[in-house]
């Protein structure tokens, strides 16, 4: 991995027209970040900031609704069209793009970042694509300076970022890194945007066709580099268990991708977690037999549905009842949803040294926090100084300690000790 520090790696430099330009500005999700960074930065301010989109009437629609921003600046093409993509590329410092499935329609432009020394951000949580875009494309990212980041929503920004402030806080009061984190999700209010659940019909669709992409889902290392895809960890939860630390736990759906992502951090890194690092996720149930029946229930639930999904007819069926791509909650549904997450983190030697975290986000997490995750992201990439230069990274590796600040400040988020 190239370590050029700053914010003007090659290609990226302040000789660009703007930047962040926001490519699915149309969609839901896309709306969200916009009114985020409205809000924020405004218009014609110092960040510069565009809309794009294959629409020009629904660009200048979402436009419209935005209080004073009339002469925010609308770029119209399509991101399949390879040579628009390198147009795009080279106008921007980064390009913060909500469309997915990402596995059908963002491939073009992560090569087009890549190549062009364009930073680039968005929500993905497909592995297997998330896989293919780092073998393609990781090298050409390192030698034109683009830092690429997957994985800048719910997926995976509290998990990676919840981690990375533990492990922080671990070596800041014991002089060494957690053996071990546990997070556990104590509580969320908010569904499933459709276009997480359309990326999620495409990720089983091709698992179910694929056994190379059923193989890497299985490897809890699949997104390790190259040489480094090892260690301790085991297959996720998959089952009702008790949780010393926490009582009855049952699986959590995103950790398949959480999990996958805070491993590749410690190794993007140089291992600052330890080697021997170990990380799990599960969703916490209650305790007693109460907290058992919830376990197993929800555990059967989640177990029913993944079946189901793997059989061609019933994954259509499935796909019918859930929210289009572009369909999303009502403002007031958005600003009651919340997340709460809880991380336990043990000392490599002493028990009684253990610490205790606790991530929140006072918006829904498929919606709201996630939109103005990704916004932060995008600004940290334009404007912060990074110490990492170009490659595939993640939230945490690629932006660390200026994202942590950004989603405290602005994005609604904290990350607390619950007790030191």
């Known amino acids: 991995m190239s370590a050029a520090t700053g914010n003007t790696a090659t290609g990226a430099g302040s000789e660009r027209e703007f930047d962040v330009v926001l490519w699915g500005a149309t969609g839901f999700t896309g709306r969200l970040v916009a009114e985020h960074l409205r809000e924020r930065h405004g218009v014609g301010g110092r960040l510069r900031w565009a809309l794009g989109g294959r629409s020009r009437a629904k660009l200048e629609s979402v436009r419209d609704a935005l209080p004073e921003a009339s002469a925010l600046p609308l770029i119209v093409g399509d991101a399949g069209d390879e040579e628009f993509v390198r147009s795009l590329a080279a106008r921007t410092r980064v390009v913060c793009t909500t469309v997915g499935p990402y596995a059908r329609y963002g491939s073009p432009l992560v090569a087009a970042c890549a190549r062009g020394g364009t930073h680039y951000c968005d929500l993905t949580g497909e592995l297997p694509w998330m896989r293919r875009m780092i073998d393609a494309h990781q090298k050409e990212a390192e030698g034109s300076g683009a830092r690429v980041v997957h994985a800048c929503g719910f997926d995976c920004i509290p998990s990676d970022l919840g981690v990375f402030f533990l492990q922080r806080e671990m070596r800041a009061r014991h002089g060494g890194p957690c053996a071990r984190i546990k997070l556990r ?47 301790p960890d085991g297959p996720d939860q998959a089952g009702p268990a008790h949780d010393p630390d926490f009582g009855w736990t049952a699986p959590f759906v995103m950790a398949a991708v959480d999990t996958r992502v805070v491993r590749r951090t410690n190794a993007l890194l140089g291992y600052p977690y330890g080697e021997d690092f170990r990380y799990d996720e599960a969703t916490l149930t209650g305790d007693g037999p109460a907290g058992w029946i919830k376990a197993v229930g929800l555990s059967a639930g989640i177990g029913a549905a993944l079946g189901a999904a793997a059989v061609g007819p019933l994954r259509r069926g499935l796909a019918r009842l859930l929210p289009d791509p572009g369909e ?62 170009g490659g595939f990274w993640t939230p945490a590796a690629a932006m660390g300690e200026p994202l942590l600040r950004r989603l405290e400040a602005h994005a609604g988020l904290t990350f607390a000790l619950e007790h030191a």
């Not at 059923?214 to 290392?221: C, H, M, N």
């Not at 606790?358 to 990439?381: I, K, N, Q, S």
């Open 328 to 389: 999303g909650p009502s403002a007031e549904q958005r600003e009651s949803g919340y997340f709460d997450l809880r991380l336990h983190g043990a000392h490599p030697m002493e028990p009684g040294l253990a610490l205790r975290a606790r991530v929140t986000g006072d918006r829904d997490p498929g919606y709201g926090a996630t939109a103005r995750m990704l916004g932060e992201a995008a600004v940290c990439l334009a404007r912060d100084e990074l110490a990492v230069g």
């Open 185 to 231: 999700v104590a509580g969320f209010r908010g569904g499933v945007s459709g276009g997480t659940a359309a990326s999620m019909v495409e990720l089983v669709t091709e698992a179910a066709a694929d056994p190379a992409v059923r193989r890497l889902l299985a490897d809890p290392y699949g997104l390790n580099p190259e040489g480094e895809r090892h260690g």
